[in-house]
């Protein structure tokens, strides 16, 4: 697909279900740097994704050249020669990225959903003004524009403590859990580690996996079952503390017994 500003075109990789997506520009949940994120809306789940940039080697100018359409015209040359990509992203870390931002070891106050994300929406308005100055808005609005998203509730609720308010009403409200917070990374990592993930992605975990094995075990030497399962391990946690904000990063792994 050629996306971009009017007279820029780019080349951008989506999923299928596009034309039923959000954009957003939300807090990487690493650096809380402004990233977009899209969001597929469909019936009955919804599905999260980060915009990568694939650029080639610097030294040397790159460009795309695209086809004709089906109809045996449109074919261009596109100057940006970057490919971005809209990669799967689990939504619990850009969630967590958003509300989880800060060290504060006291018990979260419960509130309706939207009251929490506005919440949220100032605080990474006023860090982002103090780095990007006077000019930056007073409010995040697309943290805000989370509360009216469908099933944001459900991937937020396994994060939180929640109630019910009040008899026979729907509303919930919610708190985010330390001990929940962290449970969840604790499965996430489980999972990460299964060998048959790693044999079913050979060129990216696969990849560093063989990458971290080569710098620990002696040229000519079969890695045993406990290195193999190290760097299996060490593979997992990089990837997961690339989506975690720093305090989370210490929290859990003071929680791991890593700290």
């Known amino acids: 697909m050629q996306a971009g500003t009017p007279g820029k075109p780019i080349v951008l990789a989506h999923p299928r279900d596009a034309h039923a997506t959000r954009i957003l520009v939300l807090p990487h949940p690493r650096s809380a740097?402004?990233?977009?994120?899209?969001?597929?809306?469909?019936?009955?789940?919804?599905?999260?994704?980060?915009?990568?940039?694939v650029r080639g080697d610097q030294s040397a100018s790159r460009s795309w050249m695209v086809s004709p359409g089906a109809g045996g015209s449109g074919g261009s040359v596109i100057a940006d020669g970057a490919l971005r990509v809209f990669s799967p992203v689990d939504p619990a870390f850009v969630l967590l990225g958003i509300l989880a931002d800060e060290e504060d070891p006291a018990p979260r106050r419960l509130q309706p959903l939207e009251d929490l994300l506005d919440a949220a929406a100032e605080r990474?308005?006023?860090?982002?003004?103090?780095?990007?100055?006077?000019?930056?808005?007073?409010?995040?609005?697309?943290?805000?524009a989370l509360a009216h998203l469908p099933h944001v509730a459900e991937h937020l609720?396994?994060?939180?403590?929640?109630?019910?308010?009040?008899?026979?009403?729907?509303?919930?409200?919610?708190?985010?859990?330390?001990?929940?917070?962290?449970?969840?990374?604790?499965?996430?990592?489980?999972?990460?580690?299964?060998?048959a993930?790693?044999?079913?992605?050979?060129?990216?975990?696969?990849?560093?996996?063989?990458?971290?094995?080569d710098?620990?075990?002696?040229?000519?030497?079969?890695?045993?079952?406990?290195?193999?399962?190290?760097?299996?391990?060490?593979?997992?946690?990089?990837?997961?503390?690339?989506?975690?904000?720093?305090?989370?990063a210490q929290r859990w792994a003071a929680h791991r017994g890593e700290a």
């Open 197 to 213: 993930l790693f044999e079913r992605a050979p060129d990216t975990l696969g990849r560093q996996m063989n990458r971290r094995l």
């Open 33 to 53: 740097a402004p990233a977009y994120f899209a969001v597929t809306q469909g019936a009955d789940h919804a599905s999260w994704y980060e915009l990568l940039v």
């Open 215 to 248: 710098a620990q075990v002696p040229a000519g030497t079969a890695p045993t079952e406990n290195e193999l399962a190290a760097a299996r391990r060490g593979v997992a946690l990089d990837v997961i503390t690339g989506y975690l904000p720093p305090a989370l």
């Open 157 to 195: 609720a396994p994060l939180c403590d929640t109630e019910q308010v009040g008899s026979g009403s729907e509303e919930r409200v919610y708190g985010l859990s330390w001990d929940r917070v962290l449970a969840r990374l604790d499965a996430k990592l489980a999972r990460m580690t299964d060998p």
């Open 124 to 144: 990474h308005a006023r860090r982002r003004a103090a780095h990007a100055g006077a000019d930056a808005p007073a409010h995040w609005a697309d943290i805000g």
